[in-house]
């Protein structure tokens, strides 16, 4: 049974930075797209930031030179890191690895 697994979130002042974790457990035969998604209050979700194929990246434009997806195949995680964080980033983020989500995580951006 595949689990994802979010850490990383919680409250940061505007401008500050966070780094979204997302470890899987379980297999999946393959993979040809994870990354990250967020929902805000009374939004759709909405892509963040996706590793397709062999590697190639896809950033939201609200989110392009802010926001860094990488991933550690040893570890079967993918990373989010989030610098220069604005209200608007205010969202639960949601992990994907292919046709499985993970729970979500909370990252709340306010002074």
């Known amino acids: 049974q595949v689990q994802l697994v979010e850490s990383g979130g919680g409250l940061v002042q505007p401008g500050g930075s966070l780094r979204l974790s997302c470890a899987r457990s379980?297999?999946?035969?393959?993979?040809?797209?994870m990354g990250w998604y967020r929902q805000a209050p009374g939004k759709q979700r909405e892509l963040v930031a996706v590793i397709i194929g062999g590697g190639t990246t896809n950033y939201a434009d609200s989110v392009k030179g802010r926001f860094t997806i990488s991933r550690d195949n040893a570890k079967n995680t993918v990373y989010l890191q989030m610098n220069s964080l604005t209200p608007e980033d205010t969202a639960v983020y949601y992990c994907r690895y292919g046709l499985y989500w993970g729970q979500g995580t909370q990252v709340t951006v306010s002074s």
């Open positions: 379980g297999s999946i035969s393959s993979v040809n797209l």
